[in-house]
């Protein structure tokens, strides 16, 4: 019996959010969505803004609260308490654990000011997970050489490029050794030369089998690195599927309106 609980948590997907429901007052962003990340998989959400995609990122990592549905990570359920807007996750530990396991890319590189590139890099891991400095280092290096800016360790983030940022974004992120990165909206801050430089770190990431769910308005991107994407339509999904199909031979009228606007 433990062997079969033991394959079946070793077969739980890294993320699984079922019926989750999300809304700011009267506006319900997201009205019942349910998505899986199996270990090794590449996610992608597309859709117009407004569709519900950044929500169900942020909810995905708790750092927005959800009124109704379940989130799952490695086979284990968020425990909640109260109801509706009430609702609040119960388990403040429980919520640390997942965060350090859901690494998170945003939009606008979040770095901070005052730390050099490797500082940044550092830091979590040494003060949230509370690692060995010259380990964490080790890696950091490492990783920072990794996404092509090891010679950027001493530089300060307004030295650097946007993408430059991105991509110590990306490293900060995996200095956690993270079961699953969040990317939401990686290179829509970034000009299109800088864009393919942050592009091409995320395609040899997916290339690792690394588990990943990625916000993108990059139909090019979407399609090159997903095993699986889902289109949101005003808090719901439309369609999904595999990227051949969805890109290929839409099946609604909504998503090849979409992929119309999108191409122009």
Partial sequence: MMNDNTALNDAAPVIRIQGLHKAYGQIEVLKGVSLTAPRGHVVSLIGS??????????????????????????????????????????????????RTNLSMVFQQFNLWSHMTILQNVMEAPVTVLGQDRAQVEARARALLDKVGIGDKAGA???????????????????????????????????DPELQQEVVRVIKDLAGEHRTMIIVTHDMRLAADVSDHVVFLHQGLIAEEGPPDQLFGAPRTDRLRQFLSASTH
């Fill in 49 to 98: 803004s407004g569709s519900g995609k950044s929500t169900l990122l942020r909810c995905c990592n708790l750092l927005e609260n959800s009124q109704a549905g379940e989130i799952s990570f490695e086979g284990e359920a968020v425990r909640w308490k109260g109801q509706g807007m009430a609702r609040v996750p119960a388990d403040r530990a429980q919520v640390m654990r997942f």
């Fill in 156 to 190: 300060w983030p307004a030295q650097l490029s946007g993408g430059q940022q991105q991509r110590a974004a990306i490293a900060r992120a995996l200095c956690m050794n993270p079961k699953a990165l969040l990317f939401d909206e990686p290179t829509s801050a970034l």
